[in-house]
């Protein structure tokens, strides 16, 4: 059992920079792989970005490529995203997942946190 708790969102004005958190609970956190996704209002969840259990590998967006950054702490069983040059299309709620492996696709992940509100103005 994973619970995962995100930090880190809030308003910030075209081309600023967020770092998101997500903490984790649970000993086998090092086993998950971690996927970053968000949703804005009236649209479907959509990934942002993953990182495999290990660190070594990682995967994106191609809208964040560039711009947004995963990196993951397992020794303090923590996931973060880097957002830099946001831009207003990047509004959302953010949301950290754990699963078995990266995957673009929600249903993949067994654990989800409860999401942080990300919006920036332009």
């Known amino acids: 059992q994973v619970q ?6 809030g308003l910030v004005q075209a081309g600023g920079s967020l ?3 997500c903490a984790a609970s649970g ?5 998950y792989s971690m996927g970053w996704f968000r949703q804005a209002p009236g649209k479907e ?3 942002v970005a993953g990182i495999l259990w290990s660190g070594v590998n990682t ?3 191609d809208s964040v490529k560039g711009r947004l950054t995963i990196s ?3 020794a303090k069983n923590t996931v973060y995203l880097q957002m830099n040059n946001l ?3 990047d509004t959302a709620v953010y949301y950290c997942a754990a699963g078995p492996y990266i995957s673009a696709s929600p249903r993949v992940y067994d654990y989800w946190g409860q999401g ?3 919006t920036v103005s332009s």
């Open 19 to 21: 770092r998101l958190s």
């Open 4 to 9: 995962l708790v995100e930090s880190g969102g």
């Open 59 to 61: 995967n994106y967006a």
């Open 72 to 74: 993951r702490d397992n």
């Open 45 to 47: 969840r959509e990934f």
């Open 116 to 118: 942080t509100q990300v």
């Open 87 to 89: 831009k207003p299309e």
């Open 27 to 31: 000993r086998t956190f090092g086993r």
